[in-house]
C-alpha cells in the first residue's frame, strides 16, 4: 500500500488527508466544520453533513493520488445508537449538552468506581454511559429501537463497510464504560442492560471489511478498499511515539482538548477530580492520562486569528509577571472549579501580550497535568501548540525535561491512524525545541504555581 485515506473527525472541525506511507506525511487535505445542530431532540451532530463530505472528499483525493486503504480517527466522548435498519435510532449527541447533568445524581449510584474503570466523573455527556443513561431515560420510545451501539470512529468504519464495531481505545477514553485492567466492559454496562446492544470489539489495526460497492462507484474508488476499524485521536498522536520511542515519555496532544498521556512514568494515585483518568491505548495497555480544555481556552481568550509572536512582548509579560490563573472554561481540567483571575487588568494588555499570556498559562496547565499523571523523560507536543514558542519555552522551564515539537503536522492524529496500515514507515516528525530559555521562565513558572495554589484554595472557600 502506498497512500491512505484518513477521516480524521475532531470536535470543531473535520478532515480527510491522504498520508503517504512511504514518506509518512501528509499530502493533500480537505476540511470542514464539524457543525452542532441544535434544533430536534437536543444538541447534535450533523453526521449527513460529516458524510457527505467524507464522499465527496474521498472521491476528489483519489482523483489526485490513488488511495489503497481508508482510516478513520475521532474525538471521544460519543457513542451511536442504531435500530435495525441501521439508521440512527437518536441523534448523535454533542458531548458538550448538558442535558445528561440533569439525572447526576442518580446516574452517580450506579456508575462504577474511577479504580474499576480509570474514568473519573465528567460532566455534560462527557462520560458516555451518562450519555446512554440520560438517553434511555429521556427517550425510553427511541432508545428501545436500539439494535447497536457503536462507538463513534467505529460509526464511520461501519457505513463505509456495513460491519458494526466496537474498539479498545474509544471504550477506554473516560467512558465509564470499559475496565481497562481486566479488558472487559465494565459493570455498568452490565447492569443497565446494554451488554447485548455493544457490536464486537475489535482492535484499531484491524481491517474489518471492504469499502461498500456503491460508496465505491459513486466515489470512483475501488470497491473492496481495505477499511481499518479506527482509533480514538488522542491515542492516534501516541501510537507513532509508542512504536518508536523508548520510555519514559510524554505525548501531549493539542487541540480543543489538550491530552496528556504518559508512558513509563512514575506511578503515582490519579486523582479524578483533577481530570486524571486512564486511557487505553492501541495495544490494549492502559495508559495515565490528564486533559484540559487548552485548545477552546486559546480560541475564548485570543481567537482564531492570533497575532505574530512577539520577544518583546514576553519579555514585559514576565517582567511585569502578568498572569492568568485557571480555569477557562471551567468545569473541566486540573482546577475545574476555581475561577479564572487576572493578576493585572486584562484590558490594558496588548494583542501580543496577551497573546503571551495565555501561551504561558496553557503550558503551565499542561506542567500541572503532566506532574499529576507521574509523567517522565521527553514531552512531545503534538498539534497546534508544537507551534507556538512561547508555550514550548514555558513548558520546558516548568517542567525542566526536554520538549520536543511535532513540526512535520499539524496534528499528529492522521499520521498516528495511518500507522495502522501494515507497511507504513513511521516517523514521528518530531524535534528538539532547542531555543534557549531565559532564566526568568522558571521563576515565572514557580510564581504562577505558587499563586494559583492560593487561587485555587481561596476558590475553594469561597464555595465550600
Excluded at 216 to 227: N, T
Excluded at 281 to 300: E, K, T, Y
Aim: glycine share 10%; proline share 6%.
Amino acid at each position: 500500500m502506498k497512500t491512505v485515506a484518513v477521516i480524521d473527525i475532531g470536535k470543531t472541525n473535520a478532515k480527510v488527508a491522504l498520508v503517504d506511507l512511504a514518506r509518512f506525511e501528509e499530502i493533500a487535505v480537505r476540511k470542514t466544520p464539524n457543525i452542532v445542530v441544535e434544533a430536534g431532540l437536543y444538541p447534535h451532530f450533523d453526521v449527513e453533513h460529516l458524510w457527505r463530505f467524507i464522499l465527496g472528499s474521498l472521491a476528489e483525493l483519489h482523483r489526485e493520488h490513488p488511495v489503497d486503504a481508508i482510516s478513520v480517527a475521532t474525538h471521544g466522548a460519543t457513542a451511536v445508537l442504531l435500530d435495525q435498519a441501521g439508521e440512527l435510532a437518536l441523534p448523535v449527541l454533542d458531548y458538550e449538552f448538558a442535558g445528561p447533568d440533569a439525572l447526576a445524581e442518580e446516574y452517580g449510584r450506579v456508575r462504577p468506581a474511577f479504580s474499576e474503570t480509570g474514568s473519573a466523573r465528567l460532566p455534560m455527556g462527557l462520560n458516555v454511559g451518562a450519555q446512554l443513561f440520560w438517553q434511555q431515560r429521556a427517550f425510553p420510545e427511541q432508545f428501545a429501537k436500539a439494535a447497536t451501539i457503536l462507538t463513534y470512529a467505529q460509526y464511520w468504519s461501519y457505513r463505509l463497510t456495513g460491519v458494526a464495531t466496537n474498539e479498545l481505545t474509544s471504550l477506554g477514553c473516560h467512558t465509564d464504560l470499559w475496565n481497562p485492567l481486566t479488558a472487559t466492559f465494565s459493570a455498568l454496562v452490565e447492569g443497565q442492560g446494554w451488554a447485548r446492544l455493544f457490536a464486537p470489539v475489535c482492535k484499531a489495526g484491524d481491517v474489518i471489511g471492504g469499502l461498500l460497492p456503491p460508496l465505491a462507484a459513486a466515489a470512483g474508488l475501488p470497491a473492496g478498499l481495505p477499511v481499518y476499524c479506527g482509533i480514538h485521536d488522542s491515542n492516534a498522536s501516541l501510537l507513532p511515539h509508542l512504536l518508536t520511542r523508548r520510555a519514559p515519555f510524554s505525548v501531549v496532544s493539542t487541540g480543543t482538548w489538550v491530552v496528556m498521556l504518559a508512558v513509563g512514568g512514575d506511578r503515582v494515585e490519579l486523582d479524578e477530580t483533577r481530570d486524571t483518568l486512564i486511557n487505553v491505548n492501541a495495544l490494549g495497555d492502559p495508559v495515565p492520562s490528564a486533559r484540559f480544555m487548552g485548545g477552546r481556552a486559546f480560541s475564548m481568550l485570543v481567537g482564531d486569528n492570533p497575532p505574530p509572536a512577539s520577544a518583546a512582548a514576553e519579555a514585559r509579560v514576565l517582567a511585569e509577571s502578568c498572569m492568568l490563573l485557571p480555569s477557562v472554561p471551567g468545569g473541566s481540567g486540573p482546577f475545574p472549579s476555581a475561577t479564572p483571575r487576572w493578576t493585572v487588568d486584562e484590558e490594558k494588555l496588548s494583542p501580543t501580550e496577551r497573546l503571551a499570556v495565555v501561551s504561558f498559562h496553557l503550558a503551565l496547565m499542561t506542567a500541572t497535568c503532566l506532574d499529576l499523571i507521574g509523567a517522565g523523560g521527553e514531552i512531545v507536543v503534538e498539534g497546534p501548540f508544537a507551534a507556538n514558542s512561547a508555550y514550548l519555552r514555558m513548558l520546558g522551564a516548568a517542567t525542566g525535561r526536554p520538549v520536543l515539537a511535532n513540526s512535520a503536522s499539524s496534528t499528529g492524529t492522521s499520521l498516528g491512524a495511518a500507522c495502522l496500515v501494515a507497511g507504513a514507515r513511521i516517523r514521528t516528525g518530531a524535534e528538539v525545541f532547542s531555543d534557549e530559555i531565559p532564566v526568568g521562565y522558571a521563576g515565572y513558572a514557580r510564581k504562577w504555581q505558587r499563586l494559583t495554589a492560593e487561587h485555587v484554595a481561596a476558590s475553594a472557600t469561597l464555595y465550600r
